[in-house]
Protein backbone atom coordinates (compact mmCIF):
# COMPACT_ATOMS: atom_id res chain seq x y z
CA UNK A 1 0.00 0.00 0.00
CA UNK A 2 0.89 3.42 -0.55
CA UNK A 3 0.05 7.28 -0.26
CA UNK A 4 1.51 9.81 -2.65
CA UNK A 5 4.24 6.85 -3.54
CA UNK A 6 5.17 6.31 0.22
CA UNK A 7 5.55 3.01 0.03
CA UNK A 8 4.39 1.19 3.71
CA UNK A 9 6.05 -2.42 3.75
CA UNK A 10 9.37 -0.42 3.93
CA UNK A 11 8.06 2.99 5.78
CA UNK A 12 9.34 2.04 9.54
CA UNK A 13 13.04 1.71 8.05
CA UNK A 14 12.77 5.18 6.05
CA UNK A 15 10.99 6.98 8.27
CA UNK A 16 12.79 9.30 9.99
CA UNK A 17 15.36 9.86 7.42
CA UNK A 18 18.88 9.98 8.77
CA UNK A 19 18.62 13.41 9.73
CA UNK A 20 15.31 12.71 11.63
CA UNK A 21 12.84 14.14 9.29
CA UNK A 22 8.94 12.56 8.37
CA UNK A 23 9.20 14.80 4.83
CA UNK A 24 9.91 18.76 6.15
CA UNK A 25 8.63 17.77 9.66
CA UNK A 26 10.69 16.99 12.72
CA UNK A 27 14.55 17.58 12.87
CA UNK A 28 16.58 18.93 15.84
CA UNK A 29 16.51 22.49 16.52
CA UNK A 30 19.07 22.91 20.04
CA UNK A 31 22.20 24.70 20.80
CA UNK A 32 25.49 22.75 20.10
CA UNK A 33 25.93 21.62 23.63
CA UNK A 34 22.56 19.73 23.46
CA UNK A 35 22.82 18.94 20.36
CA UNK A 36 25.56 16.83 20.98
CA UNK A 37 24.03 15.11 23.81
CA UNK A 38 20.84 14.37 21.09
CA UNK A 39 23.48 12.62 19.14
CA UNK A 40 24.76 10.69 22.13
CA UNK A 41 21.21 8.86 22.85
CA UNK A 42 20.37 8.50 19.31
CA UNK A 43 23.84 6.37 19.23
CA UNK A 44 22.72 4.26 22.34
CA UNK A 45 19.41 3.90 20.87
CA UNK A 46 20.39 2.46 17.96
CA UNK A 47 22.63 0.47 19.61
CA UNK A 48 20.48 -1.11 22.24
CA UNK A 49 17.64 -1.73 20.14
CA UNK A 50 19.23 -4.04 17.79
CA UNK A 51 20.55 -6.22 20.92
CA UNK A 52 19.00 -9.56 21.78
CA UNK A 53 19.62 -8.61 25.09
CA UNK A 54 17.96 -5.97 25.31
CA UNK A 55 14.85 -6.83 23.37
CA UNK A 56 14.82 -10.16 25.53
CA UNK A 57 14.51 -7.95 28.56
CA UNK A 58 12.09 -5.53 27.37
CA UNK A 59 9.73 -8.47 26.22
CA UNK A 60 10.20 -10.39 29.88
CA UNK A 61 9.21 -6.93 31.23
CA UNK A 62 6.29 -6.28 29.40
CA UNK A 63 5.20 -10.01 30.02
CA UNK A 64 5.47 -10.10 33.82
CA UNK A 65 5.94 -6.46 34.83
CA UNK A 66 3.50 -4.68 32.59
CA UNK A 67 0.66 -7.47 32.16
CA UNK A 68 0.91 -7.58 27.71
CA UNK A 69 -0.28 -8.21 25.95
CA UNK A 70 -3.84 -6.45 26.77
CA UNK A 71 -6.61 -7.25 25.51
CA UNK A 72 -9.59 -6.01 23.16
CA UNK A 73 -12.66 -6.10 24.38
CA UNK A 74 -15.87 -6.58 21.72
CA UNK A 75 -18.40 -3.33 22.88
CA UNK A 76 -21.71 -5.62 22.56
CA UNK A 77 -24.20 -3.74 24.40
CA UNK A 78 -23.01 -0.18 22.98
CA UNK A 79 -22.93 -1.65 19.63
CA UNK A 80 -26.58 -2.73 19.98
CA UNK A 81 -27.99 0.81 21.21
CA UNK A 82 -26.06 2.61 18.46
CA UNK A 83 -28.33 0.11 16.47
CA UNK A 84 -26.29 0.53 13.13
CA UNK A 85 -24.67 -2.88 12.83
CA UNK A 86 -21.16 -1.25 13.31
CA UNK A 87 -19.28 -3.11 16.14
CA UNK A 88 -16.99 -1.22 18.31
CA UNK A 89 -14.21 -3.13 20.13
CA UNK A 90 -11.55 -1.66 22.26
CA UNK A 91 -7.68 -1.91 22.64
CA UNK A 92 -7.59 -1.89 26.20
CA UNK A 93 -4.64 0.01 27.17
CA UNK A 94 -6.12 1.18 30.44
CA UNK A 95 -5.21 -2.23 32.15
CA UNK A 96 -1.51 -2.04 30.91
CA UNK A 97 0.17 -1.38 34.73
CA UNK A 98 -0.37 2.06 35.75
CA UNK A 99 -3.47 2.47 33.67
CA UNK A 100 -2.22 3.49 30.85
CA UNK A 101 -0.23 3.21 27.59
CA UNK A 102 2.58 5.42 29.09
CA UNK A 103 4.37 2.54 30.76
CA UNK A 104 5.10 1.41 26.79
CA UNK A 105 7.99 3.93 26.16
CA UNK A 106 8.79 4.37 30.19
CA UNK A 107 10.21 1.22 30.73
CA UNK A 108 11.81 1.56 27.56
CA UNK A 109 13.29 4.74 28.05
CA UNK A 110 14.46 3.67 31.55
CA UNK A 111 16.26 0.93 30.49
CA UNK A 112 18.15 2.89 27.61
CA UNK A 113 19.07 5.90 30.77
CA UNK A 114 20.47 2.99 32.45
CA UNK A 115 22.50 1.87 29.96
CA UNK A 116 24.01 5.06 29.27
CA UNK A 117 24.87 5.26 32.96
CA UNK A 118 22.17 7.55 33.92
CA UNK A 119 21.72 8.43 37.23
CA UNK A 120 18.61 10.19 37.08
CA UNK A 121 14.82 10.43 34.93
CA UNK A 122 13.33 13.93 34.19
CA UNK A 123 10.15 14.55 32.26
CA UNK A 124 7.00 16.71 32.21
CA UNK A 125 3.98 15.06 32.26
CA UNK A 126 -0.13 16.65 31.57
CA UNK A 127 -2.32 13.72 33.03
CA UNK A 128 0.11 12.28 35.16
CA UNK A 129 0.13 9.28 33.06
CA UNK A 130 3.18 9.45 31.98
CA UNK A 131 4.59 10.98 35.10
CA UNK A 132 3.43 8.21 36.93
CA UNK A 133 4.59 5.77 34.32
CA UNK A 134 8.42 7.16 34.53
CA UNK A 135 8.27 7.16 38.22
CA UNK A 136 7.17 3.39 38.24
CA UNK A 137 10.42 2.90 35.76
CA UNK A 138 12.26 4.38 37.65
CA UNK A 139 11.75 2.79 40.83
CA UNK A 140 11.31 -0.56 39.19
CA UNK A 141 15.60 0.19 37.88
CA UNK A 142 16.73 2.49 40.69
CA UNK A 143 16.70 5.67 38.76
CA UNK A 144 16.01 9.03 40.54
CA UNK A 145 13.24 10.96 38.88
CA UNK A 146 12.37 14.53 38.59
CA UNK A 147 8.41 15.18 37.24
CA UNK A 148 7.35 18.68 36.24
CA UNK A 149 3.68 19.23 36.03
CA UNK A 150 1.64 22.71 35.51
CA UNK A 151 0.12 24.08 38.83
CA UNK A 152 -3.34 23.37 37.11
CA UNK A 153 -2.62 20.26 36.43
CA UNK A 154 -1.82 19.44 39.92
CA UNK A 155 -4.91 20.53 40.72
CA UNK A 156 -7.07 18.35 38.29
CA UNK A 157 -4.97 15.70 38.68
CA UNK A 158 -4.45 14.55 42.11
CA UNK A 159 -4.74 11.03 42.44
CA UNK A 160 -2.31 10.63 39.81
CA UNK A 161 0.33 13.29 41.84
CA UNK A 162 0.08 11.34 45.31
CA UNK A 163 1.01 8.13 43.02
CA UNK A 164 4.16 9.60 41.77
CA UNK A 165 4.98 11.04 45.09
CA UNK A 166 4.31 7.25 46.54
CA UNK A 167 6.56 5.87 43.68
CA UNK A 168 9.68 7.94 44.94
CA UNK A 169 9.50 10.56 42.38
CA UNK A 170 9.77 14.37 43.03
CA UNK A 171 7.03 16.02 41.62
CA UNK A 172 8.33 19.83 40.27
CA UNK A 173 4.92 21.94 39.85
CA UNK A 174 5.06 24.62 36.99
CA UNK A 175 3.83 28.35 37.64
CA UNK A 176 4.55 29.81 34.65
CA UNK A 177 2.14 31.14 31.45
CA UNK A 178 -0.76 29.01 31.93
CA UNK A 179 0.74 26.41 34.10
CA UNK A 180 -0.32 23.29 31.97
CA UNK A 181 1.76 20.98 30.18
CA UNK A 182 3.61 23.11 27.96
CA UNK A 183 5.34 24.92 30.42
CA UNK A 184 5.72 21.98 32.05
CA UNK A 185 7.77 20.79 28.72
CA UNK A 186 9.82 24.49 29.11
CA UNK A 187 10.45 23.78 32.35
CA UNK A 188 11.66 19.91 32.20
CA UNK A 189 13.62 21.30 29.20
CA UNK A 190 15.35 23.41 31.18
CA UNK A 191 16.33 21.51 33.94
CA UNK A 192 17.64 19.00 31.49
CA UNK A 193 19.89 21.22 29.88
CA UNK A 194 21.66 22.25 33.45
CA UNK A 195 22.22 18.70 34.40
CA UNK A 196 21.90 16.87 31.05
CA UNK A 197 25.77 14.82 31.82
CA UNK A 198 23.79 12.49 34.87
CA UNK A 199 20.20 12.72 33.56
CA UNK A 200 18.02 11.76 30.29
CA UNK A 201 15.11 13.88 29.09
CA UNK A 202 12.08 10.66 29.04
CA UNK A 203 9.69 12.84 26.84
CA UNK A 204 6.64 11.92 26.99
CA UNK A 205 4.92 11.58 23.93
CA UNK A 206 6.18 11.38 19.97
CA UNK A 207 7.03 15.10 20.10
CA UNK A 208 10.53 17.02 20.71
CA UNK A 209 13.62 16.98 18.64
CA UNK A 210 15.01 13.47 16.80
CA UNK A 211 15.73 10.80 18.15
CA UNK A 212 12.60 11.30 20.50
CA UNK A 213 9.60 10.96 18.32
CA UNK A 214 11.40 7.80 16.57
CA UNK A 215 12.06 6.64 20.15
CA UNK A 216 8.46 6.99 21.47
CA UNK A 217 7.16 5.46 18.17
CA UNK A 218 8.98 2.32 18.74
CA UNK A 219 7.85 1.38 22.14
CA UNK A 220 4.60 2.14 21.52
CA UNK A 221 4.15 0.17 18.08
CA UNK A 222 3.59 -3.17 20.19
CA UNK A 223 0.09 -2.02 20.57
CA UNK A 224 -0.73 -1.84 17.02
CA UNK A 225 1.16 -5.34 16.28
CA UNK A 226 -0.66 -6.59 19.46
CA UNK A 227 -3.90 -5.18 18.39
CA UNK A 228 -3.46 -6.44 14.56
CA UNK A 229 -3.32 -9.89 15.59
CA UNK A 230 -5.65 -9.92 18.21
CA UNK A 231 -8.52 -8.28 16.06
CA UNK A 232 -7.85 -10.37 12.78
CA UNK A 233 -7.93 -13.53 15.64
CA UNK A 234 -11.13 -12.70 16.77
CA UNK A 235 -13.11 -11.50 13.81
CA UNK A 236 -11.39 -13.49 11.22
CA UNK A 237 -10.61 -10.02 9.45
CA UNK A 238 -9.05 -6.02 9.80
CA UNK A 239 -11.08 -3.42 11.61
CA UNK A 240 -12.73 -1.06 8.78
CA UNK A 241 -12.04 1.34 10.86
CA UNK A 242 -9.28 2.50 13.61
CA UNK A 243 -9.97 5.70 16.26
CA UNK A 244 -7.62 6.84 18.79
CA UNK A 245 -7.12 10.58 20.78
CA UNK A 246 -4.21 13.47 19.79
CA UNK A 247 -2.57 15.13 21.95
CA UNK A 248 1.16 14.88 21.02
CA UNK A 249 0.44 11.41 20.07
CA UNK A 250 1.72 8.32 21.31
CA UNK A 251 -1.26 6.25 21.69
CA UNK A 252 -2.23 6.77 18.31
CA UNK A 253 0.81 6.44 16.57
CA UNK A 254 1.53 3.22 18.76
CA UNK A 255 -1.86 1.60 17.43
CA UNK A 256 -1.83 3.18 14.02
CA UNK A 257 1.61 1.76 13.33
CA UNK A 258 0.13 -2.00 13.10
CA UNK A 259 -2.47 -0.57 10.46
CA UNK A 260 -0.30 1.58 7.73
CA UNK A 261 0.22 -1.00 5.03
CA UNK A 262 -3.50 -2.36 5.60
CA UNK A 263 -6.88 -1.07 3.99
CA UNK A 264 -8.09 0.16 7.30
CA UNK A 265 -8.94 4.00 7.84
CA UNK A 266 -7.34 5.78 10.63
CA UNK A 267 -9.14 8.61 12.51
CA UNK A 268 -6.51 10.75 14.87
CA UNK A 269 -9.12 12.94 17.21
CA UNK A 270 -8.46 15.83 18.50
CA UNK A 271 -9.42 18.26 21.64
CA UNK A 272 -12.19 21.00 20.29
CA UNK A 273 -12.50 21.67 23.97
CA UNK A 274 -14.68 24.66 24.30
CA UNK A 275 -15.05 25.61 20.53
CA UNK A 276 -12.78 26.71 17.62
CA UNK A 277 -11.63 30.22 18.97
CA UNK A 278 -8.07 30.81 19.80
CA UNK A 279 -7.06 29.58 23.64
CA UNK A 280 -10.37 27.47 23.50
CA UNK A 281 -9.14 23.75 22.33
CA UNK A 282 -5.96 22.33 21.42
CA UNK A 283 -6.38 21.07 17.96
CA UNK A 284 -2.62 21.38 15.99
CA UNK A 285 -2.89 19.86 13.36
CA UNK A 286 -6.94 20.89 13.07
CA UNK A 287 -6.23 24.41 13.25
CA UNK A 288 -2.74 24.95 13.30
CA UNK A 289 0.27 25.60 10.56
CA UNK A 290 3.52 24.63 10.10
CA UNK A 291 6.35 25.79 13.25
CA UNK A 292 8.80 25.45 15.64
CA UNK A 293 8.93 24.63 19.54
CA UNK A 294 10.37 23.10 21.62
CA UNK A 295 13.35 22.10 19.28
CA UNK A 296 11.31 20.09 16.41
CA UNK A 297 9.08 21.28 13.62
CA UNK A 298 5.57 20.21 13.29
CA UNK A 299 2.22 21.54 12.67
CA UNK A 300 1.79 23.87 15.66
CA UNK A 301 -1.31 26.62 17.43
CA UNK A 302 0.25 30.26 16.78
CA UNK A 303 -0.78 32.99 18.68
CA UNK A 304 -0.88 36.46 16.54
CA UNK A 305 3.07 36.95 17.71
CA UNK A 306 3.68 33.46 15.68
CA UNK A 307 4.30 32.39 19.22
CA UNK A 308 3.19 28.82 20.42
CA UNK A 309 -0.85 30.14 21.45
CA UNK A 310 -2.41 29.72 24.80
CA UNK A 311 -4.34 26.02 24.10
CA UNK A 312 -7.23 24.61 26.57
CA UNK A 313 -8.91 20.64 26.87
CA UNK A 314 -10.59 19.33 29.71
CA UNK A 315 -8.44 16.94 29.22
CA UNK A 316 -4.88 17.42 30.71
CA UNK A 317 -3.12 15.15 28.50
CA UNK A 318 -4.20 16.72 24.91
CA UNK A 319 -3.81 20.43 26.11
CA UNK A 320 -0.08 21.05 23.84
CA UNK A 321 -0.06 23.68 20.96
CA UNK A 322 1.64 21.03 18.52
CA UNK A 323 1.47 17.56 17.70
CA UNK A 324 4.41 14.99 16.57
CA UNK A 325 6.01 15.52 13.45
CA UNK A 326 5.32 12.16 11.83
CA UNK A 327 1.73 12.94 12.65
CA UNK A 328 1.73 15.95 10.43
CA UNK A 329 3.41 14.02 7.93
CA UNK A 330 0.72 11.60 7.66
CA UNK A 331 -2.01 13.80 7.20
CA UNK A 332 -0.13 15.97 4.41
CA UNK A 333 0.21 12.43 2.66
CA UNK A 334 -3.67 11.74 3.49
CA UNK A 335 -3.10 8.25 5.66
CA UNK A 336 -4.58 9.59 8.47
CA UNK A 337 -7.88 11.49 9.26
CA UNK A 338 -8.06 14.40 11.76
CA UNK A 339 -11.18 15.59 13.07
CA UNK A 340 -12.33 16.68 16.25
CA UNK A 341 -14.27 16.31 19.64
CA UNK A 342 -15.29 18.70 22.20
CA UNK A 343 -15.65 18.50 25.90
CA UNK A 344 -19.42 18.04 25.99
CA UNK A 345 -18.91 15.15 23.62
CA UNK A 346 -15.94 13.90 25.53
CA UNK A 347 -18.17 13.90 28.46
CA UNK A 348 -20.74 12.40 27.10
CA UNK A 349 -18.69 9.35 26.12
CA UNK A 350 -17.15 9.16 29.46
CA UNK A 351 -20.38 8.23 31.15
CA UNK A 352 -22.09 6.60 28.43
CA UNK A 353 -18.95 4.02 27.91
CA UNK A 354 -19.24 3.48 31.88
CA UNK A 355 -23.08 2.67 32.07
CA UNK A 356 -22.86 0.62 28.89
CA UNK A 357 -19.65 -1.32 29.50
CA UNK A 358 -18.36 -0.99 32.79
CA UNK A 359 -15.52 0.46 31.93
CA UNK A 360 -13.91 4.08 32.93
CA UNK A 361 -12.21 5.76 30.48
CA UNK A 362 -9.65 8.33 30.78
CA UNK A 363 -11.07 11.23 29.68
CA UNK A 364 -8.79 11.79 26.88
CA UNK A 365 -9.67 8.82 25.40
CA UNK A 366 -13.27 9.88 25.98
CA UNK A 367 -12.56 11.90 22.86
CA UNK A 368 -11.82 8.67 20.56
CA UNK A 369 -15.05 7.01 22.31
CA UNK A 370 -17.17 9.67 21.37
CA UNK A 371 -15.85 9.79 17.39
CA UNK A 372 -15.79 6.29 17.45
CA UNK A 373 -19.61 6.17 18.35
CA UNK A 374 -20.35 9.33 15.65
CA UNK A 375 -18.73 7.45 13.50
CA UNK A 376 -20.22 3.71 13.96
CA UNK A 377 -23.73 5.72 13.39
CA UNK A 378 -22.51 6.92 9.79
CA UNK A 379 -21.47 3.35 8.69
CA UNK A 380 -23.78 0.86 7.39
CA UNK A 381 -22.30 -2.14 8.39
CA UNK A 382 -18.32 -2.69 9.64
CA UNK A 383 -16.18 -2.48 12.50
CA UNK A 384 -14.57 0.00 14.08
CA UNK A 385 -11.42 -0.54 17.03
CA UNK A 386 -10.82 2.52 19.77
CA UNK A 387 -7.89 2.72 21.33
CA UNK A 388 -8.10 3.29 24.85
CA UNK A 389 -5.08 5.08 26.00
CA UNK A 390 -5.68 5.18 29.78
CA UNK A 391 -8.32 4.55 32.96
CA UNK A 392 -10.52 6.87 34.05
CA UNK A 393 -9.83 7.22 37.96
CA UNK A 394 -7.72 9.84 37.73
CA UNK A 395 -10.68 12.28 36.14
CA UNK A 396 -13.62 11.12 38.49
CA UNK A 397 -13.28 13.84 41.27
CA UNK A 398 -13.02 16.46 38.28
CA UNK A 399 -15.78 15.27 36.25
CA UNK A 400 -18.17 15.19 39.24
CA UNK A 401 -17.08 18.27 40.58
CA UNK A 402 -17.28 20.05 37.27
CA UNK A 403 -20.40 18.15 35.58
CA UNK A 404 -21.81 16.34 37.74
CA UNK A 405 -23.36 12.71 37.47
CA UNK A 406 -25.07 12.55 33.41
Given amino acids: ?20 YFGKYGGSYLSPELQSTMDEIEAAYHTICKS ?19 PISHLERLSDKIGTGVQLYVKREDLNHTGAHKLNHCMGEVLLAKFMGKKKVIAETGAGQHGVALATAAAYFGLECDIYMGAVDIKKQAPNVARMKILGARVIEVTDGLQTLK ?14 ENSIYCIGSVVGPHPFPLIVRDFQHIVGVEAR ?17 VGGGSNSIGIFSGFFNDPVDLYGIEPLGRGAGIGDHAASLTYGEEGIMHGFNSVMLKDERGEPAPVYSIASGLDYPSSGPEHAFLRDIGRIKYDVVDDEEAVDA ?11 PAVESAHAVAYGMKLAKT ?17 MDYIIEKYGIR
Fill in 379 to 395: MGKGSVLINLSGRGDKD
Fill in 52 to 70: SKFISELRRIRREFQGRPT
Fill in 183 to 196: EAVDAAFMAYAEDF
Fill in 350 to 360: FFELSRMEGII
Fill in 1 to 20: MNYQHIEFETYFKNHPDTNG
Fill in 229 to 245: EQFTGMTGELPDAVVAC
